[in-house]
């Protein structure tokens, strides 16, 4: 009985999933960074404010930008056809991931308390090979999601594949060490050798 009246109010508000969704996924891929792949966690422990950031970031403002951009991708592209997935898998690619990204750095920066030069340093720094990396990944994802997908369950199907680029990102975000994505070296080994 419980169930069945959590699963009605679910689909009366559908954002709320996927805002309890991401209120997880978000400062669980936190910890795993935290625990697994950050050096200095065995000596300090786990930055709990620094989890708190990502459960705010993600259930407030992650998860309703996911679900209501997902919604709008439906609605410009709504047949089930080959032209119509190659549209949302492109748009999702070219419209959304530089925002999503772009708002990750900002608002956590933000929630960090960075200054506007220090906010601005990191996007430079961390965005175009995090979103090369992520053209790569999501491009998949994107058109699975689109083509098997129910529509109601695609925020909480981006959230659970994005657990493991969610650790990734954590990773990037508290990484004083550069990333260089793959596919950027690939294209500037090509422009180099071209120019040349």
């Known amino acids: 009985m419980a169930f069945s009246k959590l699963f009605s109010l679910a689909r009366r508000y559908p954002l709320v999933p996927s805002m309890m969704t991401y209120s997880v996924l978000y400062p669980s891929a936190n910890v795993v960074q935290q625990v697994y792949f950050r050096e200095k966690t065995k000596q300090t422990g786990i930055d709990w404010k620094e989890v708190s950031r990502f459960l705010i970031y993600g259930g407030l403002f992650h998860a309703p930008l996911v679900f209501n951009w997902l919604r709008l991708a439906a609605r410009l592209f709504p047949k089930d056809t080959l032209k119509h997935l190659a549209a949302k898998v492109a748009m999702d690619q070219t419209m959304f991931a530089p925002v999503a990204l772009s708002a990750f750095y900002v608002g956590l920066s933000v929630l960090e308390g960075k200054d506007q030069e220090g906010i601005y340093r990191e996007w430079r720094d961390k965005f175009p090979n995090t979103w090369?990396?992520?053209?790569?990944?999501?491009?998949?994802?994107?058109?699975?999601?689109?083509?098997?997908?129910?529509?109601?369950?695609?925020?909480?199907?981006?959230g659970v594949c994005g657990f493991f680029w969610f650790t990734f990102l954590a990773y990037l975000k508290s990484s004083a060490t550069p990333w260089q994505s793959p596919v950027l070296r690939l294209v500037n080994h090509v422009y180099s050798k071209t120019a040349s």
């Open 132 to 158: 090369a990396t992520g053209v790569c990944i999501w491009t998949f994802l994107t058109a699975f999601n689109f083509k098997f997908v129910p529509s109601r369950l695609r925020t909480v199907y981006v």
